[in-house]
Nanobody, 124 residues
């Protein structure tokens, strides 16, 4: 079992930045694909970014291209999402996820473990 806890969410003005963190416990995540998803009220959960176990394979959702960066520190069992140039439409609950496939993925079904989420609110 892998437990995931997100942090770093909050309220920010449009154009600002936030850095989300995901702390993993229970197992080391160095063989897992790690991903970030988000879900806005009344909408389906949406893929944001993912990173393979090695960090060499990166995937992103079209809506965050060029603005959000994912990184990982396997030694610390941590994953990060740097969010720049935030827009009001980025407002959502952001979820960290771990998938045993290892080589990246953008589908919810690629992931086995999920955190509880952290709220990000971007004001206009």
């Amino acid at each position: 079992q892998v437990q995931l806890v997100e942090s770093g969410g909050g309220l920010v003005q449009a154009g600002g930045s936030l850095r989300l963190s995901c702390a993993a416990s229970g197992r080391t995540i160095n063989s897992y694909t790690m991903g970030w998803f988000r879900q806005a009220p009344g909408k389906e959960r949406e893929f944001v970014r993912s990173i393979s176990w090695s960090g060499r394979l990166l995937y992103y959702g079209d809506s965050v291209k060029g603005r959000f960066t994912i990184s990982r520190d396997n030694a610390k069992n941590m994953v990060y999402l740097q969010m720049n140039s935030l827009k009001p439409e980025d407002t959502a609950v952001y979820y960290c996820a771990a998938g045993s496939g290892g080589y990246g993925g953008s589908r919810i079904s690629d992931y086995d473990y999920w955190g509880q989420g952290t709220q990000v609110t971007v004001s206009a």
